[in-house]
């Protein structure tokens, strides 16, 4: 019972400080008496940056200050809150205090106005920014420069907006924002370039990013700058201590303004502005005349400098009657060329000429707004007169013209049906007679070479060789596969096996074929082959139309059996 007072007696105390302090600490205390407010360095050159510090003498809320008032000279950062309490000799004090670092937007002297809080404020306060002059002797540890190389430009036009970054310590980490400006893309070019550059005496290190802004309209605008944020070695610490200490800094380029001018109202189709725009073709394969039914590819490239790759616009591309064009999908690129912006597209088609003859490929034109010239310009790709050859292998088609009757001569019209029957008839027999043995010399001569033909393919056969034949299931595997090359040898054997084509290509093949979907599918097949479109062809639609072709529409296979001599009549 004795041990339990004792311990009671010294435990008591304790317990009761602890519970007064928890009481202390937990009960928010808003009797404030004190604001004060004071900035980290006064005067300040432009591109610097303020700590404002405001200190309040009691537990706040964080929301008490409102430090928007400051927008209209200053870009304020989030600000940060700090609150404490102390306990000396029993005696509590708290404390909030507020720190939010601001960028100066211009040159000159600006007042930091009073803060209140609960009917007591702190002091305004009197700044001065000054601006940056080369030789005026004030250093730096880190600032910000920032360049155009336009300020006056058309809509859409791009225009390219460099940051630099001088530093003469050492930066810890850091981080830069983008320039911001309104209805415009802005993206970066390139990467970054490092330097050194001697100012007022001293050596700096450079670090230098570019951006492309492409403003969407017309009007006066400023062109918001970067900010840099990091942490670099305080010189003074790292004077007299062997661990130095780093330091938080925010520095901001000078706003830039830009005049961007509206299109001219004289100005028709897409528009389009840039610093250089060139048109090239080129033929695959390289040749100075066409063959009938034989594919070639032509690819168009077009090119332009301070340019993105989705402000291109589309091409015109015409050709005359005669030619049969399956057109890629464009494609369309960009790259950085010296610290400037240049696009391509790339336009590839396959051309068949259908007949032979000259033809006259128009020109390909496009017009832009030069941005260095600031006048209108035309780039033209120019026409060019092409031969197609007629193919030798691929029959001709002639067009047979009703024959007008003929005029009888005057003394068969005039002369009488004269001669007796039985002389007609037995001229008559004689015709007949003639035509029977030419029908029996065709079919003699038709079995004689059968008979050749198949002595050939069995003595090919016997001697090792292999004899191509159709087979629909060859077929039906190259279409599942998507094998172009065999569905393509297999279709050619089919139209030998029935007839239809005798020898030739796909192009020769679309020419046999009725309007209809095998026939698409065909042309289509055909332009596979010679194409990078290869890598697309899709097989199961042409199984498909040739399964419906061979079930409505094609004609029964060849036989060998001869015609009767005599058919029925």
Same mark, same amino acid.
Request: proline share 6%.
């Given at each position: ?8 007696? %010294? ?5 009761? &400080? ?11 205390a ?5 604001? *004060? ?9 432009l ?8 200190t ?24 940060? +809150? ?7 000799n ?32 702190s002091?305004p ?40 970054? @001088? ?5 810890q980490?850091?981080s ?11 993206q ?32 006066? @605008? ?5 900010? @840099? ?15 130095a %200490?780093s330091?938080?800094?925010v520095?901001?380029?000078?706003? &830039? ?12 189709g ?30 168009? *490239? ?12 589309? /091409? ?8 049969r ?5 464009p ?23 259908n007949?032979p003859?000259?033809?006259? /490929?128009?020109? +390909? ?15 033209? #790709? ?32 005039a002369?009488?049906?004269s ?21 029996? &010399? ?12 198949d ?17 629909s ?7 599942? *596969? ?8 297999q279709?050619?054997?089919?139209a030998?096996?029935?007839?239809? #084509? ?15 979907? #095998? ?5 289509? /097949? ?8 290869a ?14 072709y061979?079930?409505?529409e ?16």
């Amino acid at each position: 019972m004795v041990i339990r007072s004792l311990l009671w007696s %010294r435990v008591a105390p304790v317990m009761l &400080l602890s519970m007064l302090l928890g009481t202390m600490l937990s009960t928010p205390a808003f009797a404030i008496s004190e604001l *004060t407010a004071r900035v980290d360095k006064n005067p300040v050159m432009l591109g610097e940056s303020i700590v404002l510090e405001v200190t309040a003498d009691s537990r706040v809320p964080a929301n008490s200050i409102n430090f928007r008032v400051l927008d209209s000279n200053f870009t304020v950062m989030v600000p940060s +809150v700090n609150q404490s309490t102390r306990v000396i000799n029993g005696d509590a004090s708290h404390s909030t205090t507020w720190t939010v670092t601001m960028l100066p937007k211009t040159s000159g002297t600006f007042t930091i106005p009073a803060f209140t809080i609960d009917n007591v404020s702190s002091k305004p306060l009197s700044v001065e920014i000054v601006p940056v002059q080369q030789g005026s002797g004030q250093l730096r540890d880190v600032f910000l420069q920032s360049e155009l190389s336009s300020n006056n430009l058309m809509v859409q036009q791009m225009v390219y907006y460099d940051v630099t970054i @001088f530093f003469s310590g050492d930066i810890q980490r850091g981080s830069l924002t983008e320039p911001q400006l309104d209805d415009a893309l802005i993206q970066q070019v390139g990467q970054d370039k490092e330097g050194t550059e001697l100012i007022d005496g001293e050596r700096y290190r450079s670090i230098t990013r570019r951006y492309a802004i492409t403003p969407q309209r017309s009007g006066e @605008f400023i062109i918001s700058p970067p900010t @840099f944020t990091g942490d670099v070695i305080d010189r003074e610490s790292a004077r007299q201590s062997y661990f130095a %200490r780093s330091r938080t800094i925010v520095r901001e380029a000078e706003a &830039l303004p830009i005049t961007v001018q509206a299109q001219p109202a004289s100005y028709s189709g897409d528009w389009l502005v840039a610093g250089l725009v060139t048109l090239n073709e080129e033929w695959q394969p390289a040749q100075t005349q066409l063959l009938q039914g034989e594919p070639v590819t032509r690819i168009i *490239t077009l090119s332009a400098v301070d340019v993105a790759a989705n402000q291109l616009p589309e /091409l015109n591309i015409n050709l005359p009657e005669g030619f049969r064009v399956y057109q890629e999908q464009p494609q369309v690129k960009g790259a950085e060329r010296a610290g400037r912006l240049v696009a391509q597209k790339v336009i590839t088609s396959a051309i068949i000429a259908n007949r032979p003859g000259e033809y006259e /490929l128009p020109e +390909v034109k496009i017009s832009w707004w030069n941005s260095q010239t600031n006048q209108l310009e035309q780039t033209v #790709l120019p026409g060019r007169t092409v031969q197609v050859q007629a193919d030798p292998i691929q029959p001709e088609s002639t067009t047979v013209s009703p024959r007008e009757p003929t005029q009888a001569s005057p003394a068969t019209a005039a002369s009488p049906q004269s001669g007796s029957n039985w002389r007609w008839n037995y001229t008559s027999w004689l015709l007949v007679t003639g035509w029977l043995l030419t029908v029996i &010399l065709v079919a003699w001569h038709k079995m004689i070479w059968q008979k050749r033909r198949d002595h050939q393919a069995s003595s090919a056969t016997t001697s090792g060789h292999k004899v191509s034949h159709f087979d629909s299931k060859a077929l039906r595997a190259a279409c599942k *596969t998507h094998h172009k090359n065999a569905a393509s040898e297999q279709l050619l054997l089919w139209a030998r096996h029935h007839k239809i #084509l005798t020898r030739g290509s796909l192009s020769a093949l679309c020419e046999r074929i009725r309007p209809g979907a #095998l026939k698409e599918q065909i042309a289509q /097949l055909n332009a596979a082959l010679y194409g990078d479109s290869a890598a697309n062809w899709q097989g199961d639609l042409l199984w498909q139309a040739w399964s419906d072709y061979q079930h409505h529409e094609a004609p029964p296979a060849a036989t060998t059996e001869l015609p009767p001599l005599y058919p029925e009549q």
